[in-house]
């Protein structure tokens, strides 16, 4: 029934390490993002995929590396983890958000600390 | 480029009392859409409302509604009889050539 889902939903690593993210959206949507949301909960748009393709890369360092599979599957492979990583990172779909309503529909989120 | 504003980072409004959230946006786009989320403390972002920048009627929901001044370029949100249960941030956000631009947020909480 969910409608986007990730997991994990709690991510405690050390720092180097290397981890991933995974989404899933149920919604039949050709478009999937991923956000990260600081401490001070600015929302930030990191990724945005199109039917499998990159669209969006908003100056995220090259240790971020999304992939999408399919239309319905955006992961998040994060490498060489740093302190600053740590935020809740939020998956959303929508259809092509070039025109009309086409609201995001977002994940529950993953809270990612790095010690 | 395209940027929201949000001036108030924290309102208190009194049980059953109605709130305005303020939103400014900028862009250069003659088409472009607006959107209000709610991401209460438990986390997930919940879509509250639309409005698109031909609409000629304010956008409502239940009891939200949307106060569009185009020329001002503004899109406030209003919610008419406060709960307890609509504490929570409040995000505006305005869509972007295959992106969502958010605005920094606004801390809602309702006083019974």
């Known amino acids: 029934d969910t409608a986007v889902s990730q997991t994990p939903k709690y991510l405690v690593t050390q720092m180097g390490n290397d981890k991933s993210i995974k989404c899933e959206q149920n919604?039949?949507?050709?478009?999937m993002y991923w956000y990260k949301q600081d401490s001070k909960k600015f929302l930030k748009i990191m990724f945005s995929?199109?039917?499998?393709?990159?669209?969006i890369n908003e100056t995220v360092p090259n240790r971020f590396s999304p992939k999408s599979p399919d239309k319905a599957h955006l992961n998040l492979h994060i490498n060489s983890l740093e302190l600053g990583d740590s935020a809740v990172y939020f998956c959303?779909?929508?259809?092509?958000?070039?025109?009309?309503?086409?609201?995001?529909?977002f994940g529950p989120g993953t809270r990612l600390t790095v010690t | 480029a395209q940027k929201i504003t949000q001036t108030q980072p924290g309102m208190f409004v009194q049980e059953k009392e109605a709130v305005t959230l303020d939103c400014t946006y900028d862009?250069?786009?003659?088409?472009?859409?607006l959107f209000w989320y709610k991401q209460p403390s438990s986390g997930e972002m919940i879509f509250l409302i639309y409005?698109?920048?031909?609409?000629?009627q304010n956008a409502t929901e239940g009891r939200y509604s949307l106060n569009f001044q185009k020329a001002r370029k503004s899109a406030n949100l209003v919610i008419s009889a406060s709960q307890l249960g609509d504490s929570a941030m409040y995000f505006c956000?305005?869509?972007?050539?295959?992106?969502?631009?958010f605005g920094t947020g606004t801390r809602l909480k309702v006083l019974a």
């Open positions: 995929y199109n039917n499998k393709e990159l669209i």
């Open positions: 959303a779909s929508s259809q092509a958000p070039i025109r009309g309503r086409n609201e995001q529909y």
């Open positions: 919604l039949g949507h050709d478009t």
């Open positions: 409005q698109g920048s031909y609409d000629e």
């Open positions: 956000a305005m869509r972007g050539t295959y992106k969502y631009i």
């Open positions: 862009t250069s786009d003659q088409s472009y859409g």
